[in-house]
Structures are given as C-alpha cells and as structure tokens.
C-alpha cells in the first residue's frame, strides 16, 4: 500500500507539474505572438504613413505644375495677340508704301 500511494502522489504531481509547464508555455506563446503581431502592425504603419507622405508630396507637384501650365498658357495667348497686332502693323506698312 506504502508503493502504490507514493505512485499514486507521484502520478498526481506529474500531472499537475504537466499542467502548470503546459499553461506556463502557452502563456509564454501568446506573448510572443503578441510581440510579433504588433510589431507588424507597427511596420504597417509605418509604411501607410510613407505612402500618405508621397501621395501629398504627388498632388502638391501636380497643382504646381498645373499652375505652371496655366501661366504658360496664358504667356502662349499674350504672345498671339501681340505676333497679330505686329502682323496687321506690318500689313498696314506694306499697303502704305506699295
């Protein structure tokens, strides 16, 4: 009886050092994964912030370039109606001494 009851409280403490090593192990897992996962999402993060950056960075050039385009097109328009004010001076001289 002496045998059998020192297995028995073997048996029992096994068990429950299983347990415990199990739960201690689990925790420990969940942690990690937790570690990691907020790391990728900080890194996530990260890079939605770069992209956002860009993309500002893109729509400011293009409004300046479309500010750079209105003026050259309003320099092309200038220069039109000066290059036909000039030819009609030009017309009137040539009528004037031929």
């Given at each position: 009886?002496?045998?059998?009851?020192?297995?028995?409280?073997?048996?029992?403490?096994?068990?429950?050092?299983?347990?415990?090593?199990?739960?201690?192990?689990?925790s420990r897992m969940l942690r990690e994964d937790t570690?990691?996962?907020?790391?990728?999402?900080?890194?996530?993060?990260?890079?939605?912030?770069?992209?956002?950056?860009?993309?500002?960075?893109?729509?400011?050039?293009?409004?300046?370039q479309g500010q750079r385009f209105d003026a050259l097109?309003?320099?092309?328009?200038?220069?039109?109606?000066?290059?036909?004010?000039?030819?009609?001076?030009?017309?009137?001289?040539?009528?004037?001494?031929?």
């Open positions: 009886m002496e045998v059998t009851g020192i297995a028995a409280v073997i048996s029992v403490a096994a068990a429950i050092s299983g347990i415990v090593l199990g739960w201690s192990g689990r570690a990691a996962e907020a790391s990728k999402d900080a890194v996530l993060r990260a890079d939605m912030e770069y992209i956002k950056r860009g993309v500002d960075d893109v729509r400011l050039e293009q409004r300046a097109a309003e320099r092309v328009t200038r220069v039109e109606e000066s290059a036909k004010q000039a030819l009609q001076r030009l017309d009137r001289l040539d009528g004037q001494g031929g």
